[in-house]
């Protein structure tokens, strides 16, 4: 029998144990049962396991911490017993000792590492099958993670924020504040009709990377962004598509994917990269008839961008520097 200290917590009646245990030892007792596994029984999504192995490296490489405690189900064979004078909880070492209702990929990450961590866990006791169900739906529908565009936003006061995350971050205030999308991004949260941070971070992440702006500083990219969502604006609302509207993520995404292409034909045939020359370019796109793609998934807006490729993509790369006066 094993023994450890715990701090015993009672909320609306129910108990729960808090302790910490190391990966070495879950690595025996703990288990997780997925609806694939067990259709009769299971409630756990399946393990995504390049998921558990940038925890492992997140750990072991960027010696990171995480302090997130699992949650775990004592099982009868646990043999699991809280004494309330010394404030020690004492169980078995039998194999599926302990059901992981929380932070599998957590636990399977660091069971990955190359080092034995101490794991922080909240035990429950005697929970019939629905009670793990029921808690496990509690915890992944009430108790909800950071949105990930408000993580983003933040990410500059860490000091962990690159170059590029500072570039995207300028050019997402200044069009916010002044262009065609002032009032219709979202930099803290995901709604509806706005672009949130994490869309805008996607779709603008190969203008930083590479094409013409790669090195270019953020207010001449903000000029050219700035022209170009304006033009791509009147092109989609001449379509009169319902779907042809800039605040649609997926379409949003995709006019970034042609933006570079657009800054080359623009280039080479204008010189320049004023509002009439971008909308030359990007005319042949206000054929596509915007409501017959149906989806969002990556496949979709991939159908969009080659559509609009072809729509306009008959020339070959040319070698141009930007100049101040283009705009």
Do not use: C, W
């Not at 949650?71 to 004494?83: H, T, V």
């Not at 304006?230 to 649609?248: F, Q, V």
């Amino acid at each position: 029998m094993a023994t450890y200290n715990a701090i015993k917590v009672t909320q609306n009646d129910k108990e729960f144990f808090i302790t910490s245990l190391k990966t070495s030892l879950l690595r025996n007792l703990a288990f997780v049962l997925s609806r694939e596994e067990d259709q009769l029984k299971g409630f756990q999504r399946v393990l995504n396991q390049n998921r558990a192995k940038d925890i492992a490296k997140y750990l072991d490489e960027s010696k990171g911490i995480i302090p997130s405690p699992l949650i775990l189900s004592a099982q009868p064979n646990a043999e699991f017993k809280y004494d309330n004078r010394n404030s020690k909880i004492t169980f078995s070492n039998n194999k599926f000792s302990f059901l992981v209702l929380d932070g599998q990929h957590r636990l399977y990450g660091m069971i990955l590492s190359e080092n034995d961590y101490e794991v922080p866990v909240v035990i429950f006791n005697d929970l019939k099958t629905a009670d793990e169900v029921n808690l496990f739906i509690d915890i992944n529908t009430n108790q909800k993670g950071v949105p990930s565009t408000l993580l983003i936003d933040i990410k500059n006061l860490t000091g962990r924020e690159t170059k590029k995350d500072e570039k995207q971050r300028e050019l997402f205030n200044l069009l916010n504040t002044n262009s065609n999308m002032k009032g219709l991004l979202s930099a803290t949260k995901s709604q509806l009709g706005k672009i949130s941070k994490t869309t805008f971070n996607q779709a603008t992440n190969q203008i930083f990377e590479t094409g013409y702006f790669a090195n270019e500083s953020v207010n001449v990219t903000y000029k050219a962004v700035k022209n170009y969502l304006e033009a791509a604006e009147i092109i989609l609302a001449s379509t009169n598509s319902e779907k042809a509207k800039l605040t649609k993520s997926m379409l949003f995404r995709a006019i970034f994917e042609i933006f570079n292409d657009v800054v080359e034909i623009t280039l080479k045939k204008y010189q320049n990269l004023k509002i009439e020359s971008l909308l030359e370019t990007l005319s042949p796109i206000g054929s596509l008839n915007y409501d017959n793609y149906v989806g969002s998934s990556n496949s979709v807006m991939n159908k969009i961008v080659l559509d609009m490729k072809k729509s306009f993509f008959k020339h070959s790369s040319s070698n141009l520097e930007i100049d101040s006066d283009i705009f």
